[in-house]
């Protein structure tokens, strides 16, 4: 289970460089690239809130869960 950020989809879709986006949301570059790359731990729905609004779209849009996948054994 995990959840996967797609914000590099987003600003490739938004056509928007990291660091326009940084300067755009007054996030560091370097902790925006955490984000993107999906290493950070937690966000605050304040920052998400804020690059929903400067994206134009959804927290889904930037969020995604992945599920486990089941296993089936069959006898």
Excluded at 18 to 31: G, H, Q, R, Y
């Amino acid at each position: 289970m995990s959840i996967i950020v797609n914000l590099d989809v987003m600003m490739a879709r938004r056509k928007i460089s990291l660091n326009e986006l940084s300067e755009k949301v007054e996030i560091t570059p370097a902790n925006l690239s955490i984000l993107k790359t999906g290493k950070a731990k937690a966000i605050r729905f304040s920052t998400l809130e804020t690059l929903c609004k400067e994206l134009n779209c959804q927290p889904g849009d930037i969020l995604e869960y992945e599920g486990q996948k089941e296993l089936r054994i069959e006898n």
